[in-house]
């Protein structure tokens, strides 16, 4: 498998690229807007041709690019089914995997971060979305967001993989790139270490998070797949533009 780690400062997400070396078709997990040329280049660079974009939730600090995506290359939108977007070429179901050429995605329905959030496992890795970050999990305090419930999948559909599967998060502010279940099992101060339940909920009670500031343009987006939404105020009809993409699309 073609394995690349793609980081856009913007937002501090991580896009991954997924190829298969024999029919040279490739996949993005978490795409953004902004960076759509960067990714195609290293696509193309690669010598692969686009055939996928995969999400892990409708995100809600950033737009993905998997319209634009479309738009250039004939690539397919997948989501999870659970979404109900109208916009996605490919419904995903947890389980059921994605399967593209040597390169298989097993999706994992891994609510808490938000309802339908899917974390995918490829050989030995898996990428976790926001449900599981490295010493740190998503947030819970909206989209229908559940603390318990991501107690539950973290340690239900994540932390039951092999010690030495690698974590590949949908973020990261402190420059890391990857974990491990064992550590994270182990040390994450949120979810590790023998944490109960309780001791989760009162540490997410405890976060006292800002309100997302690009939450109410991002979520109307990413719910059409990547159309930046009208009526955006001026710096976010500047992050559009920057994105070459007008707010009208």
């Not at 690669?46 to 409708?58: D, F, M, N, R």
Request: with cysteine; charged share 25%; net charge negative.
């Amino acid at each position: 498998m073609i394995f690349r780690q793609l980081v856009e400062p913007l937002s501090n997400t991580y896009t991954y690229l997924l190829g298969c070396e024999h029919t040279k078709q490739a996949l993005l997990i978490d795409p953004v807007l902004p960076a759509w040329e960067r990714d195609l280049g290293v696509v193309r660079e690669l010598g692969l041709k686009l055939a996928y974009t995969v999400e892990t939730h409708v995100h809600a600090d950033h737009i993905t690019s998997g319209l634009r995506l479309k738009r250039e290359t004939g690539s397919r939108i997948a989501v999870a089914a659970l979404e109900g977007l109208a916009c996605a070429d490919v419904a995903i179901e947890d389980g059921q995997p994605l399967v593209m050429g040597a390169v298989t995605l097993e999706p994992r329905h891994t609510p808490g971060h938000t309802a339908a959030h899917m974390a995918y496992v490829a050989g030995d890795k898996v990428f976790t979305g926001d449900a599981l970050l490295i010493d740190g999990c998503g947030r819970t305090d909206f989209q229908n967001g559940d603390a318990r419930a991501l107690y539950r999948s973290v340690h239900e559909r994540l932390f039951t993989l092999p010690d030495d599967q690698l974590v590949y998060p949908g973020h990261d502010y402190h420059d890391r790139r990857v974990s491990t279940i064992a550590q994270e099992r182990t040390r994450n101060p949120r979810l590790g270490g023998g944490r109960t339940p309780e001791e989760f909920l009162a540490i997410m009670r405890e976060l006292r998070l800002p309100y997302p500031r690009f939450i109410d343009y991002a979520v109307p987006g990413n719910a059409a797949c990547g159309e930046c939404p009208p009526l955006l105020p001026p710096q976010w009809q500047e992050y559009c533009e920057a994105m070459k993409v007008s707010p009208q699309g």
